[in-house]
T-cell receptor, first 111, second 113 residues
Framework: TQLLEQSPQFLSIQEGENLTVYCNSSSVFSSLQWYRQEPGEGPVLLVTVVTGGEVKKLKRLTFQFGDARKDSSLHITAAQPGDTGLYLCAGAGNRDDKIIFGKGTRLHILP | GAGVSQTPSNKVTEKGKYVELRCDPISGHTALYWYRQSLGQGPEFLIYFQGTGAADDSGLPNDRFFAVRPEGSVSTLKIQRTERGDSAVYLC???????????FGPGTRLLVL
């Protein structure tokens, strides 16, 4: 069974600080996705990483896929209250159907 | 265009009752997915449709759960003899085709008393 472990589960930091959240697995994924979910809404895709070692930037967010395609990280620079939410990583296998989600990191940015 | 919509947004039912949850995917999307998200957890895959057929139903927890997509568009998730443990948010997603980016609906919050 493929599992994705996310850490930390909860993170509360002051506005302006930097943070990194991690997504780890013992399984290899063909691609890995990061989603953000707000209360009462479904997850919204932020980025998909496909190539081992790949780094993608989305404004203040930097996503990295591990060389072995088993892990990923999300780094946020100068966090803002609007970054508050549940960040989910999800891995896709070689089949084109289901994706496996981690439990998420609940991030709270204090103004 | 409109995103994925799900109805009802909230459903409260009693143990043992039957419920139906509806998903309207984005127009033209051939792939449709159902997930269940319990409190404090990430979404858990239930079933995937490609067109009218269930391509993968390995995530359905037991035979009380069933889903249909008769015309390849709207899908209904049906739960028989509901149990308190079925309480969760049921999410639907669609994609242009299998393997493409999935777009999620807001979910149906099911509470079984």
């Amino acid at each position: 069974t493929q599992l994705l472990e996310q850490s930390p589960q909860f993170l509360s930091i002051q506005e302006g600080e930097n943070l990194t959240v991690y997504c780890n697995s013992s399984s290899v994924f063909s691609s890995l996705q990061w989603y953000r979910q707000e209360p009462g809404e479904g997850p919204v895709l932020l980025v998909t990483v496909v190539t081992g070692g790949e780094v993608k930037k989305l404004k203040r967010l930097t996503f990295q896929f591990g060389d072995a395609r088993k892990d990923s990280s999300l780094h946020i620079t100068a966090a803002q209250p609007g970054d508050t939410g549940l960040y989910l990583c999800a891995g896709a296998g070689n089949r084109d159907d289901k994706i496996i989600f981690g439990k998420g990191t609940r991030l709270h940015i204090l103004p | 265009g409109a995103g994925v919509s799900q109805t009802p947004s909230n459903k409260v039912t009693e143990k043992g009752k039957y419920v139906e949850l509806r998903c309207d995917p984005i127009s033209g999307h051939t792939a449709l997915y159902w997930y269940r998200q319990s409190l404090g957890q990430g979404p858990e895959f239930l079933i995937y449709f490609q067109g009218t057929g269930a391509a993968d139903d390995s995530g359905l927890p037991n035979d009380r759960f069933f889903a249909v997509r008769p015309e390849g568009s709207v899908s209904t998730l049906k739960i028989q003899r509901t149990e308190r443990g079925d309480s969760a948010v049921y999410l639907c997603a669609s994609s242009l085709k299998g393997g493409e980016t999935q777009y999620f609906g807001p979910g149906t919050r099911l509470l079984v008393l």
